[in-house]
């Protein structure tokens, strides 16, 4: 853990002081794009290597499936209700009053 966080230290100081060159902006962003294709590549191969989670897929996609319906729902009613409690406009503000 604490190399993690060393690492993450070292990565914004060096991000503060070399982030004034665009150029060298424009690399890092395609180095940290492959880096996270070559993740996710090594990731599906331990996940194909994994004989228990090849054997319950069906099972763990329908879950997976069911969170992801559940956490997208949810988030749209939450930000739904924010959105109708902080920016909707109340139809008698515009109005005299008498």
Do not use: C, H
């Not at 993450?8 to 294709?37: C, H, N, Q, W």
């Not at 209700?81 to 406009?89: C, E, G, N, P, Q």
Request: proline share 1%; hydrophobic share 55%.
């Amino acid at each position: 853990m604490v190399t993690v966080l060393v690492l993450m230290t070292i990565g914004i100081l060096l991000g503060r002081f070399l982030g004034r060159i665009p150029d060298l902006l424009k690399v890092v962003e395609k180095l940290i794009s492959y880096a996270i294709f070559l993740l996710l590549f090594l990731l599906g191969i331990s996940v194909g290597v994994n004989k228990t989670i090849i054997d319950n897929l069906d099972k763990i996609g329908i879950k997976a499936v069911s969170i992801t319906f559940g956490a997208v729902a949810g988030s749209v009613l939450v930000l739904w209700v924010l959105y109708k409690m902080l920016f909707s406009t109340d139809t008698k503000e515009g109005q005299d009053e008498k």
